[in-house]
DNA sequence: TTGAAAGCGCTAACAG
DNA sequence: CTGTTAGCGCTTTCAA
């Protein structure tokens, strides 16, 4: 509609000042709404902004404040709904607060992390929200730390590092859940994950990921206490795609003193482990107790309705921003430090065993 | 490690051009990769930059090339698996290509994705990639190409607009899968949809969504090949949350000539309405049939396995990127343009109704 | 190849 | 309140 037709070159501060008929400083003071104008003033400039239709450059802003209002957040993997819900609940707060949120995923590859670490700084982002993939490889988290950039994680720990940290705590529900399955007889309990190792699991091993480790963990406690010995040999890591977690779920199910019962690490691979389940021809929960962490909306249209493991993930996203924001804003982390725990949600993919003592070599009915 | 302990201020090309002993001009070169540059010069200097642990201001650089090395991506709702696939599909290729993706929520809210435009075109991001929330308000959209910046829509079209759009053609397999349900002696087949309107669907009214709009077209020339009356009053649309989308399920099954089939609008409202029938004590297919949009892994784990419209999203999200990149890069469109189909997925939750001229006024068993 | 100097578009410091 | 003058950290002339 206006009448300007020229191309290419973008209107400036100095455009809008010359249109106003004031200094290049009024205009912007009046334009970035900052220091003192008078209402004469403000209004010219606003006008000829608003004609010219200008638009601040944000980039050029955030070169000077140093601040970009951004911040930058570091997953494993998007496409899984546990992520898609932390996510949301870090963009609500984001926004909410006036923040940007730029997003990577890193396939929970550490030096796709470490890059991607590098690049939001880089970028200037105002602070830095990882669930980190390794719980022990850290460097570049403390180089986070070191530049001053606030940092906080999201879903996992890392070792050693004195940082805000949103997670739950996962050695408790795990021994829980495990408590659950023992006293319902099961003793042959596998526990399937995607988390990557150079060499398969054997008890005592350093795990890259707290989760994982802490999971373990908690069901070894749950072992001991009833003084039986945990199945190191039903403990299945580096199941990649779909195909590898249905072999991994055959073996288990398939092997001389099989697994009577299967933990799923998450929500993505479980779709697999109870695929396979049904491809065996074995029912859920009479021949296979089944149990898995996160609780989806799916979990409960299946039959039978699955059991879970319900972590308060959206919260924790909207807490680790939150806290985000409160140190970018340089306030001293909220006390008491939010807690989150995840509860077991009892349904009916965990069965009752008959035999509890059975002897190994038995097969499955 | 090194000797340096000051705090605060960044190292930049200055810092490191006096300790290799080269102008300002001549370590940014080094450094930026690009004019001329001697060996030793470049060696020194990267030496230098190593030992100070120089990394240089992504915001500057973007300053002056005008380029930032980021997209922008603004959709619906990252929390549904439709759009999390498709992110991944972005992002897999931004990645690939040097560029980074700036993320944005609207919730489909039309005043959110206007904002969002400006907030990433104020950035200074060199393209956007837009699931339009309307296809009818698209002033914020024409002013992204009146800008000049690459702009490609996702998984919607935009009324009027000429712009590359990655979607599959939803009249057709509309038309397919109702001509399904009809075969299958259907004739009172529900829509229930989240589409946000003034006012309840009557027949030719005009819709915000292309997307839904189409759906309806081909359902209505499905029926329309047989010469049968499209039940309008079975077109839910608005169903808000959880509890709005049971109430309007349980509308649809209980009122006087209830519907026989529901078509599920996504896979989130799918969750609700699945939950709703069952709640009612209805057995999919035997009392009612059911039809979603989406094909996530859960829907062949449900008894029945769900029939489902597939839809290439990941692949979508993929081809948005590279279309928008060769875009930034000044390149034409590819050709022939990338097409996108969806498929019907038979599987068990669409059942054969024996008495398909029920009178009205009959009740579900 | 090199270096000095002039910007990019904006904010900040400092006189009036 | 207002305008002038410096920068922010980098790229880009333009001569040398």
């Known amino acids: 509609m206006s009448s300007n037709g020229s191309r290419r070159r973008e209107i400036t501060v100095a455009d809008v000042a010359k249109a106003a008929q004031v200094s290049k400083a009024q205009a912007a003071r009046a334009l970035g709404n900052y220091g003192a104008v008078s209402d004469d003033v403000r209004s010219r400039v606003l006008a000829a902004a ?38 949301r609940g870090i963009t609500d707060t984001a926004k909410k607060s006036g923040f940007n949120v730029i997003l990577i995923n890193t396939d929970e590859e550490l030096a796709a992390e470490i890059e991607a ?26 180089r986070v730390q070191d530049s001053g950039r606030p940092l906080v994680l999201l879903d996992r720990h890392a070792g050693g590092m004195e940082v805000e940290t949103m997670a739950v705590d996962m050695v408790d529900i795990s021994r829980e859940s495990t408590r659950h399955l023992l006293q319902s007889g099961h003793q042959r309990i596998a526990f399937i994950s995607t988390l990557k190792t150079e060499t398969p699991y054997r008890a005592g091993m350093v795990l890259d990921s707290s989760q994982i480790a802490d999971r373990l963990d908690g069901m070894q406690q749950a072992y001991q206490e009833r003084e039986l010995v945990f199945p190191a040999d039903l403990v299945r890591l580096n199941a990649g795609d779909a195909e590898s977690i249905r072999r991994i779920t055959r073996e288990v199910l398939l092997m001389p003193d099989p697994a009577t019962a299967i933990v799923a690490s998450d929500g993505l691979i479980a779709l697999s482990i109870v ?35 319900a972590q308060p993930v959206y919260n924790m996203g909207l807490a680790a921003a939150k806290a985000l924001i409160r ?29 509890a003592e059975t002897p190994a070599g038995t097969t499955v009915p």
Chains 1, 2 share one sequence.
């Open 117 to 142: 670490v590098q690049v939001l700084l880089d970028k200037r982002v105002d602070g830095l929200i990882v669930a980190p993939a390794s719980s022990v490889e850290t460097h570049h988290l403390q």
């Open 275 to 309: 695929e396979a389940i049904q491809e065996l021809g074995l029912a859920i929960p009479a021949d296979v107790s089944f149990l898995m962490y996160d609780d989806f909306a799916w979990t409960r249209l299946t039959t039978p309705p699955l059991t879970v493991v």
């Open 327 to 355: 140190q970018i804003d340089g306030l001293p982390p909220s006390t008491p430090a939010p807690q989150f725990t995840a509860t077991l949600v009892r349904r009916g993919s965990v069965g009752t065993r008959k035999c």
């Open 50 to 87: 608003e004609e010219l239709s200008y638009r601040p450059n944000e980039l050029a802003r955030s070169m000077n404040t140093g601040k970009s209002n951004t911040i930058g957040v570091i997953v494993g993997d998007i496409e899984n709904p546990h992520f898609g819900l932390a996510t």
